[in-house]
């Protein structure tokens, strides 16, 4: 069974940082483009972050450009997030994602989706 954990969520001050970790396990995912989307309260879902399968390119959403970094560990079937200065507007719950494709494609759709672990950014 192909599975996506998250770890890594809490609750930070303003202006702190955290560091989110995806744990894949069922099957290897170094070949496939894999990523981040958040769900805010009362919001869409959206689209935070992406990165190709060699971890050579990566994608970010504009409201976290600059102070999210997006990388993975192939040898390790994990991938991360790192997040710094965090704003309240950044509290949401993260999901893990992965893709068939190898590479990331604006617009496209995940495969494959994590459970979630809450994000909370205090003021």
């Known amino acids: 069974q192909v599975q996506l954990v998250e770890s890594g969520g809490g609750l930070v001050q303003a202006g702190g940082s955290l560091r989110l970790s995806c744990a894949a396990s069922g099957t290897s995912f170094s070949g496939h483009a894999m990523g981040w989307f958040r769900k805010a309260p009362g919001k869409e879902r959206e689209f935070v972050a992406a990165?190709?399968?060699?971890?050579?390119?990566?994608t970010y959403a504009d409201s976290v450009k600059g102070r999210f970094t997006i990388s993975r560990a192939n040898a390790k079937n994990t991938k991360y997030l790192q997040m710094n200065t965090l704003k309240p507007e950044d509290t949401a719950v993260y999901y893990c994602?992965?893709?068939?494709?190898?590479?990331?494609?604006?617009?496209?759709?995940?495969?494959?989706w994590g459970q979630g672990t809450q994000v909370t950014v205090a003021p």
């Open positions: 994602i992965a893709y068939t494709s190898s590479t990331y494609y604006s617009g496209s759709s995940p495969r494959w």
């Open positions: 990165i190709n399968w060699s971890g050579s390119t990566a």
